[in-house]
């Protein structure tokens, strides 16, 4: 079956795509901050803040740093973006199309690097140290969650009976069989470090090195990042609910989902609010010791009940 | 029946042998003669190639060389590479000292690589096999005194698995014999010849059999550089000229070593996805992948580390063919391809580095992306590829060899998920290592350890090539169903059986590709619509308010990862890699030489010392053979 190439665009540009998905973000921002506001008894900003700072960043002029590389420097968020759209529009065909256009599990797992990629990469062009301290942060961050992410991605594969088209996964276990369960919680703890909130903002770390890889952002480039970095606030949850809880559900049913993302999404905003930020040596100890453990066993349980036919395992 | 077409085979080995005799013949000021019996030879030989594929099942000299569709594969893009290589040298080799040598030897290495591919009988294959480690370590010795120990260690390291060749090739002629003529020496020269014949699907059970698959692997792995006999290739790789470790290590000997360890999966051995032997290869190219990974993160000069990354992703080609099954194999093979694309290309890129500033040590270096800049956008190419970043070839061939993988796990066992899981780990380690170099060469502070005023891009022979090969990184990863088809998938299955897999309906590159685009595209529109990109304003880079001293205040790469090397049980590990516990080479070469200095007490001087351990040898050989007969 082939898909037209305008409707290809316009699934990209509108729904599931950019415009979908950038507005789901900004909302999921502005639920960030509300959140995070009640937390610390503070009132919150009001519903369309978010819309506001991006017009406003749009607005600014464009700095370029002396040291920096211009090319590579203006490119990155451009990739970035463009790679986190993809993913949107990838999960958001699984969830509400039924259908996966561009790829399969590993294909996402590997778009969903493209966001990081272009942080670190933006970092490191833009010629500053306390940029490139955070690059190299962000990288590390990679190498730590990638170990133990890898091992629920497998986890998943064997529990959706070694598939790696997405529509059957979402129609699959997802987390209820131990394994799947301990891989859910393995997944958690990682998309809190690939959305880099607290604890693991250890690249960004404002008080400590200015949001490192931002530091010499400005205006439209900067806004575009920050976009970026809204739309993961609606990828990530999505990516979670559509290998572990059965996706967003169809018709009515697509209520449950839109409350399974909420809760996600409030999940991770507590887990932010309530903990310290910890050094890089910390997180990556924890990634390759502990939770990579915890994912060792999900995916040594999924293997043993696939071998011995015990689906609960 | 002899036709035009059966001269092929036996013309691209001799064609290149005899051409380089010319090279050397011919005085070293005639520069364009020396470039044209080059061009001449590639041109033929490209022409041959092409020729072959229009009727690739073809049997010479009664089996001695045999083509068939992997084969003819091998050869073009062996061939391809040469001329690849062979622009680059053209730009830097051509005006060097010892430039009748070089071409020389680059033409034998050719026409040995031409016999090693289409030769079935053991002995011809041993010939040319053995001549291309000779021709390694002379064109690695070309690099001057800098590189003799390079070479040197490359010479008995390739040269020791020469050993385990023979060995291994005279425990498979054993088993080619057929049962009960081992009595009479006729019976055995009657038999010689079929038996000398390299395909004969032996199992791989009893001691000949186990004995002859460890060999004969070992040999592979010394090649293409897995381990445990890699050590040679990051030696090569850092101290040898850029044309040579983007040639050997970098492209010609992943494709040679893999083609051999292909053949032994499927031709010379027959093996059940069941067996130990599948257990073996996969452990083995799983440990690659990881080690040399690790080890390529903490290097501080940049071809060393690009040379600890060729032997990296040997692991996931040897991953790729221990599946056996059609989508791991083509995979494996895939990335042979991918990987000798982008690991030449990474290879000359930082030749034109080293050339255009002076140094390869990464500390030194920085800044020098808008300098160079067709240098660096092939660079980013190609590692953003040998990361496995989609839409590129890496990707492609990284994700089926885990789809192959995931499929032998589907038949049981557990132990696929190790694997798997240190394939993708090593890809995100793999990225993490060529940030470190693209931050320490071309993205972080302008570095103030050398003149960046002096540094310019290189001259068009050698920026050429590289843009060819990023440009083929990116066309092959978007269309990556043409390469699989045309060359790769009639060497596992059937063109019916590989179409239907419908790979095009899970990984739909190109649309990706063009949604990217796109979506890059109206960014660019966006900085044009609100006038971002006119006359930006130019600041000083802001370091918390304070004046910011490129001199003093700088991020180096090479200290990215010190979090890592310092953690609690690798810093041990790499302790001791630096004291070179890990190295065969380092280990052997002690063992031996302490042997030898038990030995070197005979040598006294005193001839009838020496007279004794004659006649002792002597008596010992006469009553051996007066024993066997």
Redesign the interface.
């Known amino acids: 079956m082939a898909t037209d190439w305008y409707m290809?665009?316009l699934y990209?540009l509108i729904f599931p795509g950019?415009i979908f998905s950038l507005l789901v973000g900004l909302l999921a921002v502005w639920i960030d901050r509300k959140v995070t506001a009640r937390i610390q008894w503070r009132v919150g900003p009001p519903l369309l803040q978010p819309v506001y700072d991006l017009v406003k960043l749009?607005?600014k002029?464009?700095?370029?740093?002396?040291?920096a590389?211009?090319?590579?420097f203006?490119?990155a968020?451009?990739?970035g973006?463009?790679?986190a759209?993809?993913a949107a529009?990838l999960l958001g065909s699984v969830n509400f199309l039924q259908s996966s256009?561009?790829?399969?599990l590993?294909?996402l797992v590997?778009?969903l690097?493209?966001p990081s990629?272009a942080i670190?990469?933006g970092g490191?062009?833009?010629?500053?140290?306390?940029s490139?301290?955070g690059?190299?942060r962000e990288?590390?961050l990679?190498?730590a969650y990638?170990?133990p992410l890898?091992?629920a991605?497998?986890t998943v594969?064997?529990n959706a009976g070694?598939t790696?088209?997405l529509n059957n996964i979402v129609a699959g276990p997802g987390a209820a069989s131990v394994s799947g369960f301990l891989a859910l919680l393995v997944t958690l703890i990682c998309v809190q470090a690939k959305l880099a909130v607290v604890p693991f903002d250890i690249p960004e770390a404002e008080t400590e090195i200015?949001e490192g890889p931002l530091?010499?952002y400005s205006?439209?480039?900067l806004a575009?990042f920050k976009t970026m970095e809204a739309l993961l606030l609606y990828i990530l949850p999505l990516y979670v609910i559509t290998l572990f809880l059965g996706g967003l559900g169809e018709g009515w049913w697509m209520l449950l989902g839109v409350l399974k993302y909420v809760l996600l999404l409030v999940i991770i905003i507590l887990i932010k609010n309530t903990n310290p930020r910890l050094r890089?040596?910390q997180a990556?100890?924890f990634f390759?010791t502990k939770v990579t453990a915890l994912a060792l066993i999900a995916?040594?349980l999924a293997?043993?009940g696939e071998?011995y036919g015990v689906s609960w395992l | 029946m002899l036709n035009q077409l059966d001269l092929i085979m036996p013309l691209a080995i001799v064609l290149p042998l005899f051409t380089g005799i010319l090279a050397v013949i011919v005085p070293s000021r005639l520069k364009v003669i020396k470039e044209l019996i080059v061009v001449v030879t590639l041109v033929s030989l490209l022409i041959g190639a092409v020729g072959l594929a229009i009727a690739p099942n073809q049997e010479l000299l009664w089996g001695g060389l045999r083509s068939d569709g992997l084969a003819v594969f091998i050869f073009f893009f062996t061939v391809f590479f040469a001329a690849v290589n062979a622009i680059y040298a053209f730009g830097t080799e051509s005006e060097a000292e010892r430039s009748n040598e070089f071409f020389a030897y680059f033409l034998w290495t050719i026409g040995a690589a031409a016999g090693v591919i289409f030769s079935t009988n053991m002995i011809l294959f041993l010939s040319f096999w053995g001549f291309l480690g000779l021709t390694l370590y002379l064109m690695i010795g070309l690099a001057g005194p800098s590189a003799s120990a390079a070479a040197k260690k490359t010479m008995l390291i390739t040269g020791g698995a020469d050993a385990f060749l023979i060995l291994g090739l005279a425990m498979l002629f054993l088993l080619n014999l057929p049962g009960e003529s081992v009595d009479g020496l006729a019976a055995l020269m009657s038999n010689a010849g079929s038996a000398m014949d390299l395909w004969s699907q032996q199992p791989v059970s009893g001691t000949y059999g186990v004995l002859a698959f460890l060999l004969l692997s070992l040999t592979a792995f010394s090649k293409a550089g897995a381990l445990p006999l890699h050590t040679w290739v990051p030696d090569a790789g850092e101290k040898a000229k850029p044309t040579t470790a983007a040639f050997l290590p970098g492209s010609l000997d992943k494709l040679l070593g893999i083609y051999f360890l292909y053949r032994i999966c499927t031709e010379i051995f027959s093996f059940s996805a069941s067996s130990w032997a599948v257990i073996y290869l996969m452990a083995i190219g799983a440990l690659t992948i990881i080690s040399a990974v690790m080890l390529a993160l903490v290097q501080h000069n940049i071809r060393r580390l690009l040379g600890y990354h060729a032997v990296s992703q040997v692991g996931y080609m040897v991953l790729g063919l221990a599946t056996l099954n059609p989508i791991g194999m083509a995979g494996g093979l895939f990335h042979m391809l991918n990987n000798a694309i982008y690991k030449s290309a990474l290879f000359l890129c930082a030749g034109n580095v080293e050339d255009a500033a002076g140094t390869g040590e990464l500390e030194k270096l920085g800044?020098l992306?808008?300098l160079m800049?067709l240098t660096?956008i092939s660079m980013?190419i190609a590692a953003l590829a040998i990361s496995?970043?989609?839409p590129l070839n890496g990707?492609v061939s990284k994700?089926l060899v885990?789809?192959g993988l995931?499929?032998t796990?589907?038949a049981?066992?557990?132990l696929w998920?190790i694997w798997?899981?240190a394939a993708?780990?090593g890809s995100?380690?793999t990225?993490?290592s060529f940030?470190k170099v693209?931050?320490s060469v071309?993205?972080?502070?302008?570095s103030t350890r050398i003149n960046l005023e002096k540094i310019r891009e290189v001259n068009y022979f050698r920026t050429l090539p590289v843009l060819i090969l990023a440009g083929i990184c990116i066309v092959f990863g978007v269309a990556y169903t043409y390469p699989l088809y045309t060359f790769i998938a009639p060497a596992v299955a059937t063109l019916e059986e590989f179409v239907a897999l419908n790979l095009f309906a899970?990984?739909?590159a190109a649309?990706?590709a063009?949604?990217?685009v796109?979506?890059?595209v109206a960014?660019?529109f966006?900085?044009w619509l609100?006038d971002?990109?006119k006359d930006?304003?130019?600041?000083?880079?802001?370091?918390?308010g304070s004046v910011?001293d490129?001199e003093r205040?700088?991020?180096p790469g090479t200290?990215?990862?010190r979090?890592?090397d310092?953690?609690p049980l690798l810093n041990k590990i790499f302790s001791l890699q630096k004291k070179g516990y890990f190295d065969v080479y380092e280990l052997f070469s002690g063992l031996s030489l302490s042997i030898a200095s038990y030995f070197s007490n005979s040598h006294t001087g005193v001839l009838t010392t020496y007279v004794t351990w004659a006649l002792v040898g002597l008596i010992i050989y006469l009553f051996v053979f007066m024993g066997m007969w």
């Open positions: 290809y665009l990209f950019f749009i607005g002029e464009v700095l370029l740093p002396v040291g590389q211009p090319l590579v203006l490119f968020p451009l990739v973006l463009a790679g759209v993809l529009f256009f561009v790829g399969d590993i294909v590997y778009l690097f493209l990629l670190i990469i490191s062009a833009s010629g500053n140290p306390i490139a301290i690059s190299s990288m590390k990679i190498l990638e170990l890898a091992l991605v497998i594969i064997i070694f790696l088209n200015m530091v010499e205006g439209l480039p575009i890089i040596d990556v100890n390759w995916a040594g293997a043993l071998i | 800044g992306g808008k800049p660096s980013l496995g970043i989609p990707f994700w885990y789809r995931i499929e796990g589907e049981g066992g557990a998920i798997l899981l993708m780990f995100a380690l990225l993490a940030i693209m931050h071309f993205w972080s502070t302008p899970a990984w739909n649309v990706a063009a949604l990217l796109l979506a890059v960014g660019i966006l900085y609100f971002s990109l930006l304003r130019r600041v000083p880079t802001w370091v918390g910011h490129p205040a700088y991020f200290e990215f990862y979090t890592i310092e953690m």
